[in-house]
C-alpha cells in the first residue's frame, strides 16, 4: 500500500513538472564591443607572434587571451596577420585631411596615426608669416596655431589619428619673414616663445627642414637653443638635415651635435644618401649613429622603402636666389644676369648647399614631375625636348627650367633619382631605423587624385610587408611591425598607442600576409595596396575586406606633457 502511494504521488509530481514551463534561458550579455579571434598576433615589441583572440571594449584593448569571451562584433582573423595601427613618423597630410577626412591612400596602407609638421608645420602662422585660411565643413577657419588645428581636424572628423611637430620653419617666419637676417637675442627669444607654446598645445617635438631656406638659415647654436625649450617639455628633435649628398656625414654631425648639446632625443628624417659620388656609404653614415649612441646620445633615424625622392625643381636654384619670398625669386628668374649667376652655381655648386642638380648627375632623365600640371608625368628631359622643338637655336636646359618655374608660380614638384638600394636597405635594417612615407594621403579618385605622386604616398608600408619581408626576407615580419608601430612610438613619446597590448588604444591593422604589397608605381601611382584586410581606430572599424565604413574616429594627439585643450579632455 506504502508503495503503491510512493508511486501515485510521483506519477502527480511528473505531471505537474510537465505542464509547469521551463525558465527562460540565461542570455549572457556581451563582455567585449569587439573581439578578433584566430589571429597571428604581432603584437609590436619585436617578440615572436603568437595565436590569439584580442577583445575591445570602448576604444581601448581589454585583453588578450586565447578565449576572451563573447563580443557584440566579432572577426574571424584566420590567416591573417593582427598588429598594431601603422604609425606613419613622417607624413605630409597636413592640409589634405582638412579637404578629405577619409585618408584613403593612408588608411589602405594600415596607417592608423599620422605624425605631421616636417619643418613647415600647420601652425604657428601669426607674426610676419599669415594665418592659413582653410574651409572645415563649408565654414572659412584662420588656422594660427597647432591647437587652433587640432580643433579642426577634430570638428571636420577624421579617420585617422593626427600628432604633429612644430615646424623650425614656420617659427623663423613667424619672427623673421623673408628676410635672410641674422635673429637678434630678441628675436631668438620670440621663437622660443612660440615653441614653448607650440609644445603647450601638444606638439611632440621640433622638426627643421635644413637644406632650403628658411630652415637653412638657422645655425647650430640657435637650433640648440630651440631644442632646449623642447627638452624642458620632453619632446623630441626631428630633422630632414642640411645636406644628404656631398655633405652627409657633415650633416648627421650637425644633427648629433644638437641633440647631444641640447639633451633631446634625434630622429633623423629619411636617411640616406642622395648623390652618386658617395653611393656605397651608408655604413660610414650608421657608424656615426651607432658612435653616438654608445657614448648616450638618443639618435635615430626613419626610412621609406624607396631609391627616389620627391622635392621641387625650385629647390635646384641656388639658397641667396630664394631671399625676400617666392615674388623676390621669381623677379630675379626673369632677370638675365640674376640668370647667368644661377647656371653658374647650379653647375659648380656652392659650399655648404645640397644640389639636386649635380646629386642626380646633372641627368634631367631623373627627374620626374609629379606636379599637378600640363608636365606631370614627364621626365625633365622630355620636358625639354618639347620646350626645344622647332627652335634654333634650341633653348639652354636651365633657361626651360627657369620658364617652367615662373609658369608654375615658382613651384614644380618632382621625383630625383638619387638614392641605392643597397644604402636605403642598410638604414633600413638598422634596429633604430622605423618607417616613415614622406607622402600624403590622397585617392585614387575625386579631388585627391591630383599630379603624379610618388608611390610611397600609396605603398610604403605594404611594400616593406610584401617586399623586404616576404620576398627577399630583409626583414623579420615581427622586427618590421616592431618598425612601423611601437618604435616610432617610443620615438614620440605615445605610451599608449603602438603596441597589442591592455589597456592601449584598440588601434589595430589585420593583414594577409601572403597577399599584402604595394601596387603604385612611378608611372602608374593611382593604385592603392592589397592585403590591408581590416584597420580599427579608437576601437572603431574603419575599413574592413579592403572597403572604408565611412567612420571617423581619429583624434587630434597631444603630447604628453601638453596642457588639456579648451572644453575637452585630450585623448
Not at 570638428?155 to 615646424?167: I, L, P, T
Not at 656652392?350 to 631623373?366: E, K
Not at 625633365?380 to 636646359?397: F, H, L, N, W
Not at 612611378?522 to 574603419?542: Q, R
Amino acid at each position: 500500500m506504502k508503495l503503491e502511494l510512493e508511486r501515485s504521488f510521483l506519477g502527480c509530481l511528473a505531471a505537474v513538472l510537465a505542464l509547469t514551463p521551463a525558465p527562460a534561458a540565461q542570455t549572457q550579455e556581451p563582455k567585449y564591443d569587439l573581439v578578433i579571434r584566430h589571429g597571428k598576433i604581432v603584437d609590436g615589441t619585436g617578440n615572436p607572434w603568437f595565436y590569439g583572440d584580442l577583445g575591445v571594449k570602448g576604444d581601448r584593448i581589454a585583453s588578450l587571451t586565447a578565449e576572451p569571451g563573447p563580443a557584440k562584433r566579432e572577426i574571424d582573423a584566420r590567416g591573417l596577420v593582427v598588429a598594431p595601427g601603422f604609425i606613419d613618423i613622417h607624413s605630409h597630410s597636413d592640409w589634405l585631411l582638412l579637404e578629405d577626412g577619409a585618408a584613403q591612400s593612408k588608411i589602405r596602407q594600415g596607417v592608423t596615426t599620422e605624425v605631421l609638421g616636417e619643418g613647415d608645420s600647420v601652425g604657428p602662422h601669426q607674426g610676419k608669416l599669415a594665418a592659413h585660411a582653410v574651409s572645415v565643413q563649408n565654414q572659412p577657419v584662420q588656422i594660427r596655431t597647432l591647437g587652433e588645428y587640432f580643433a579642426a581636424v577634430e570638428r571636420a572628423g577624421v579617420s585617422v589619428n593626427v600628432a604633429s611637430y612644430v615646424g623650425e620653419g614656420n617659427v623663423w617666419q613667424c619672427v623673421m619673414g623673408q628676410s635672410f637676417d641674422r635673429p637678434s637675442p630678441a628675436q631668438l627669444q620670440q621663437m622660443k616663445d612660440l615653441v614653448a607654446e607650440a609644445m603647450k598645445e601638444g606638439a611632440f617635438g621640433l622638426s627643421s627642414l635644413l637644406m632650403m631656406p628658411p630652415g637653412s638659415l638657422a645655425t647650430t647654436d640657435e637650433l640648440v637653443e630651440l631644442c632646449q625649450v623642447v627638452r624642458q617639455h620632453g619632446g623630441i628633435y626631428s630633422s630632414h638635415i642640411r645636406d644628404e649628398g656631398l655633405g652627409v656625414f657633415e650633416a648627421v654631425r650637425q644633427a648629433i651635435q644638437i641633440g647631444e648639446r641640447a639633451g633631446v632625443p634625434v630622429d633623423i628624417i629619411h636617411l640616406k644618401i642622395a648623390d652618386e659620388k658617395f653611393w656605397g656609404r651608408m655604413k660610414e653614415v650608421v657608424t656615426l649613429i651607432e658612435e653616438a649612441r654608445r657614448r648616450g646620445v638618443n639618435v635615430q633615424a626613419n626610412v621609406y622603402p624607396y631609391t627616389r625622392g620627391n622635392n621641387d625643381l625650385v629647390s635646384i636654384i641656388p639658397p641667396w636666389a630664394h631671399e625676400g619670398g617666392r615674388s623676390a625669386l621669381l623677379a630675379r628668374l626673369q632677370d638675365p644676369e640674376q640668370r647667368a649667376r644661377m647656371k653658374r652655381d647650379i653647375r659648380h655648386g656652392l659650399p655648404g648647399w645640397y644640389n639636386h642638380y649635380t646629386a642626380v648627375g646633372g641627368d634631367w632623365s631623373r627627374m620626374l614631375i609629379s606636379a599637378n600640371n600640363p608636365y606631370k608625368g614627364l621626365t625633365m628631359d622630355r620636358v625639354i625636348a618639347r620646350q626645344s622643338e622647332g627652335k634654333t637655336p634650341a633653348p639652354d636646359p636651365f633657361d626651360v627650367l627657369f620658364d617652367l618655374l615662373i609658369q608654375q608660380d615658382g613651384s614644380v614638384g618632382t621625383v630625383y633619382a638619387h638614392h641605392t638600394e643597397e644604402d636605403m636597405n642598410l638604414a633600413l635594417i638598422q634596429p633604430w631605423c622605423s618607417i616613415g612615407s614622406d607622402g600624403s594621403a590622397y585617392a585614387t579618385e575625386g579631388a585627391l587624385r591630383r599630379g603624379f605622386p610618388h608611390p610611397r604616398n600609396f605603398g610604403t608600408f605594404p611594400r616593406v610587408l610584401g617586399e623586404y619581408v616576404r620576398q627577399r626576407g630583409l626583414l623579420r615580419l615581427e622586427e618590421a611591425v616592431r618598425k612601423m608601430t611601437w618604435l616610432s612610438a617610443a620615438k614620440l613619446g605615445l605610451r599608449d598607442r603602438g603596441l597589442l597590448q591592455p589597456g592601449q588604444f584598440a588601434d589595430i591593422t589585420l593583414f594577409d600576409p601572403d597577399r599584402v604589397m604595394d601596387r603604385s608605381t612611378y608611372t602608374d601611382p593611382f593604385h592603392y595596396s592589397e592585403g590591408i584586410e581590416y584597420v580599427i581606430v579608437n576601437g572603431l572599424v574603419v575599413m574592413e575586406t579592403g572597403t572604408q565604413t565611412g567612420a571617423r574616429p581619429g583624434r587630434a594627439l597631444r603630447h604628453p606633457s601638453a596642457a588639456p585643450p579648451p572644453d575637452a579632455a585630450s585623448p
